[in-house]
């Protein structure tokens, strides 16, 4: 079945870097563009960021566009999040999504905590 | 910005009840709106896409409608597993955008 399993989150102080991944199984990785999107503790859904499926196409969230940068590894099935300069803003859950045949969010991973401190 | 609001914030109801959940976006997005459920502890899942279309293995008591600025999510007859939180989104314009959410609670 298909499977998305993020990782990589963590504590972090503002100002600071982390990349997020997500390693995929279960379809052909290479056909599929791929989201981040994250989630604020007790708060909605945001849209982060978009890739194609061959790496070429990229779209990014204005709150993160020119901090954080998507990227794909296409033969090792994984999906990248490098998040630079981060704010305390940025504390949230972050799910991958693989973009389903109608161009929605579907399936998504369970999600890894980033957590920005001091 | 394409915003989505979603009402009402919280629907109390039980099971059986049926329920009614709207998504208002702030220009036409035409049918290019989708439905999620989150579950507690638990990623969000699409339900419904392209306004009106259940996504795989989805009831048919969960059914969308709608087109250009106003849309419905309508549960027929909650089953104890419905009570979630549920969020629409846009995906005619960019940013992609989703509404604040409509939580379902018993």
């Known amino acids: 079945q298909v499977q998305l399993v993020e990782s990589g989150g963590g504590v972090v102080q503002p100002g600071r870097s982390l990349r997020l991944s997500c390693t995929a199984s279960g379809f052909t990785f290479s056909s599929y563009g791929l989201y981040w999107v994250r989630q604020a503790p007790g708060k909605g859904l945001e849209w982060v960021a978009i890739?194609?499926?061959?790496?070429?196409?990229?779209y990014y969230a204005d709150s993160v566009k020119g901090r954080f940068t998507i990227s794909r590894d296409n033969s090792r099935n994984t999906l990248y999040l490098q998040m630079n300069s981060l704010r305390l803003e940025d504390t949230a859950l972050y799910y991958c999504?693989?973009?389903?045949?109608?161009?929605?969010?579907?399936?998504w991973g369970q999600g890894t905590l980033v957590t920005v401190s001091s | 910005e394409i915003v989505l609001t979603q009402s009402p914030a919280t629907l109390s109801l039980s099971p059986g009840e049926r329920a009614t959940l709207s998504c208002r976006a702030s220009?036409?997005?035409?049918?290019?709106l989708a439905w999620y459920q989150q579950k507690p502890g638990q990623a969000p899942s699409l339900l419904i896409y392209?306004?009106?279309n259940r996504a795989t293995d989805i009831p048919a008591r969960f059914s969308g409608s709608g087109s250009g600025t106003d849309f419905t999510l309508t549960i027929s007859s909650l089953e104890p597993e419905d009570f979630a939180v549920y969020y629409c989104?846009?995906?005619?314009?960019?940013?992609?955008?989703f509404g604040g959410g409509t939580k379902v609670e018993i």
């Open positions: 989104q846009q995906r005619s314009n960019w940013p992609l955008t």
């Open positions: 999504a693989r973009e389903s045949s109608a161009h929605w969010f579907d399936p």
């Open positions: 890739i194609s499926y061959d790496g070429s196409d990229k």
């Open positions: 392209d306004a009106s």
């Open positions: 220009q036409s997005v035409r049918t290019y």
